[in-house]
């Protein structure tokens, strides 16, 4: 199942938008706060960002610095001299070379507004559009969480929560389509359309819809990772021989993805920390236990990350999952899952005996009927 991302989401990307190298500037007007209060500014890539901090004096800040990109970045305001942490007081932000003046009429930086800047301008225009999803989604939450964890484990209920969740993607994605189709050459439409596609489910529509980009927004690097995604897709699509792979079992043995060759192998996504896997855990196992004796098995690839062994070790016993696991324990940066293309868990391939891939994203009561097609039942 590809990851369910709320539209508020697609207001939190990765990565940029290729520019000549410049500087960017931030003058902001925060209320009247004054020191000890401190603005913090970090922004750059996930694995070394940059944080910059300034003193507040009479609600006023400055950062200046310089970009190559356009480039997410977070605001945040310590109303004392504590370290910056947790989510606190923030704000999104898009840097580029250009001079950006944020102003709030209170001393929260929260809902700030930012001049000066078209992308975070289209971006402050779909966070109107998005207010009434978001607030669902933390309707959704409360409802989660706010009976303890005894009532998560009640199946009636968290069918109606998935329900909720599924109504509130579909209502996300349908906003974000129709902010793209008003502001094709917006860098944030770029944004929406990459977390809304499902390039693995269908790489040709996926493809014709990115060609609808100007040629500027196709060379960025968000555009250059939808262009690879796509390009991954085809590689993996059904009819496509399944690329070859070596990582190691839970006993440190490397175990090759070919070494199946000859049964029907469902190549499994998962990690310990993925509750959609965990809650499809059930049909995998029931469709291993109806058809391990017909020539079909599981080949389970976990992305749980440095250091989490035990925790798939764990979950492997728990869910009573007796098929082969291996795992690289690289997180997201498994090294299989970067091979396919993967973006989202749970996901899987249905490799036939020659290693030709005949389905992807079977589960549920689909994975039996589409073994009992193939083995009968």
Not at 43 to 67: A, E, H, L, M, Q
Request: hydrophobic share 40%; charged share 25%; glycine share 8%.
């Amino acid at each position: 199942m590809k990851k369910i991302v709320l539209i508020a989401a697609c207001l939190l990307p990765l990565a940029v938008m290729a520019q000549s190298p410049g500087k960017f500037s931030i003058t902001a007007k925060v209320g009247n706060l004054g020191s000890p209060a401190k603005a913090f500014l970090t922004y750059g890539p996930k694995d070394n960002p940059i944080t910059d901090s300034v003193d507040i004096v009479g609600g006023k800040f400055v950062f200046t610095g310089t970009v190559t990109d356009i480039s997410m970045a977070t605001l945040k305001i310590k109303h004392d001299t504590a370290p910056a942490k947790g989510k606190g007081d923030e704000f999104t932000i898009y840097l580029e070379p250009v001079p950006m003046q944020v102003v709030s009429a209170t001393d929260s930086i929260k809902h700030a507004v930012v001049t000066g800047s078209k992308v975070n301008e289209d971006a402050a225009k779909l966070r109107v559009l998005a207010k009434p999803v978001v607030e669902k989604n933390e309707a959704l939450r409360n409802d989660l969480f706010a009976n303890g964890p005894d009532v998560r484990k009640d199946e009636e209920f968290m069918k109606q929560i998935m329900a909720r969740k599924e109504s509130i993607k579909n209502e996300a994605n349908e906003i974000q389509k129709a902010f793209i189709a008003a502001n094709p050459d917006s860098y944030i439409s770029l944004l929406a359309y990459q977390m809304i596609t499902d390039v693995q489910a269908d790489p040709k529509a996926a493809e014709a819809g990115f060609n609808k980009f100007p040629a500027a927004l196709k060379a960025t690097d968000v555009g250059k990772s939808i262009r690879k995604a796509i390009d991954q897709a085809k590689q993996t699509g059904v009819g496509k021989t399944a690329m070859d792979f070596t990582q190691n079992d839970v006993n440190d043995k490397p175990v090759k993805l070919s070494d199946f060759r000859g049964k029907y192998v469902l190549l499994d996504f998962w990690a310990s920390w993925c509750g959609p896997c965990r809650q499809e855990n059930p049909n995998v196992v029931a469709a291993y236990n109806k058809f391990k004796d017909k020539k079909f098995t599981v080949l389970g690839v976990s992305l749980d990350g440095p250091g989490k062994k035990q925790d798939w070790l764990n979950a492997i016993e728990k869910d009573g999952l007796a098929w082969t696991q291996v795992s690289d324990l690289q997180g997201w940066k498994n090294a299989a899952s970067n091979m396919y293309g993967v973006t989202g868990i749970p996901a899987n391939y249905l490799i036939d005996p020659t290693g030709k891939i005949i389905a992807k994203n079977v589960r549920g009561e689909e994975l039996q009927k589409k073994l009992a097609e193939l083995l009968g039942k």
